[in-house]
């Protein structure tokens, strides 16, 4: 454990993870929440692998992908909650359609850039030793954007994942909730990019906010318990990944994905 600190203390991209993980805990424990509870995690990978064509544009551009992938998963949000709402189509195939035109799109833009870089690559399963001052600064804006929104909308966002006519009744205006809640989604993919990558992005978003769920009923109890869940996986992931020499998303993952498998069998000895 001293190494470890001694690691953190002397390196300043070591200390930028850090901090990008926990911004990244704090977006996604409390966006994961309103996913698992609205059961939307498939639109949540939808707008992750839409984003991979904002990641090639903005590389093409040589501008900061980050704003790129920014751009892509807002759109990819609007246009899958106006397909669903005023088409009232099923949003699987737009989803589709999305997801593979935006990776095809991504890789053309990756191809095309001179001299291209494969840390692009890198967005796919995520490098979180990569992250710069600019990134983080992105992310806490971001963070930022989501805590007020829920802070605002946090009454009008529970009873659209629990009950949308109910909702309606109350006088909600449940199509601008719903969109919002995409948006929001897409914001916390764009932070999770560089923590995991757009391949295991899903799992982050939904595995610590399901943790929660198994223990707690209450929304604001299951957001504390995320964003706290996902800091320990990361932190424990992080260490790993640096103590063995593997990828850091994947570690991640995998602590995230151990913490779910005992959880659920602790709840079902506890109700059995």
């Known amino acids: 454990m001293e190494w470890f600190l001694e690691i953190i203390s002397d390196y300043t991209f070591v200390q930028n993870a850090i901090i990008a993980g926990i911004l990244s805990s704090i977006a996604c424990g409390v966006t994961g929440t309103f996913v698992v509870v609205k059961k939307i995690s498939y639109i949540g990978g939808g707008i992750a692998h839409a984003v991979m064509g904002g990641l090639g544009i903005a590389y093409f551009l040589g501008i900061n992908p980050l704003l790129g992938a920014l ?11 106006l397909v669903k709402l005023k088409l009232k189509e099923s949003e ?13 799109t991504g890789v053309i833009f990756a191809y095309l850039t001179p001299g291209y870089n494969v840390d692009l690559l890198s967005f796919l399963f995520g490098n979180i030793l990569m992250v710069s001052s600019e ?7 971001l963070d930022v954007v989501i805590l007020l929104v829920v802070f605002i909308f946090y009454r009008q966002l529970v009873y659209v994942c629990f009950d949308e006519e109910y909702a309606a009744l109350r006088g909600i205006k449940v199509d601008y909730v719903y969109i919002m809640l995409l948006v929001m989604v ?4 764009v932070i999770l990019v560089q923590t995991v990558g757009l391949i295991l992005v899903i799992a ?6 399901a943790i929660a769920k198994l223990f707690s009923k209450n929304i604001a109890k299951m957001m504390l318990i995320s964003v706290l869940l996902i800091t320990s996986f990361f932190l424990i992931g992080f260490y790993f990944s640096l103590q063995a020499n593997l990828p850091s998303g994947a570690s991640i993952i995998l602590i ?16 059995s």
Do not use: C, H, Q
């Open 135 to 141: 990134s983080l600064w992105i992310l806490l804006i």
């Open 186 to 189: 897409a914001l916390t993919i």
């Open 92 to 104: 699987d195939t737009i989803i589709s359609a999305l997801w593979a035109i935006g990776m095809a």
């Open 71 to 81: 751009v892509f998963a807002v759109f990819a949000a609007f246009v899958i909650g």
């Open 256 to 271: 995230a994905g151990a913490g779910y498998l005992v959880a659920f069998a602790i709840n079902r000895i506890k109700y």
């Open 204 to 209: 982050l978003l939904t595995l610590p906010s």
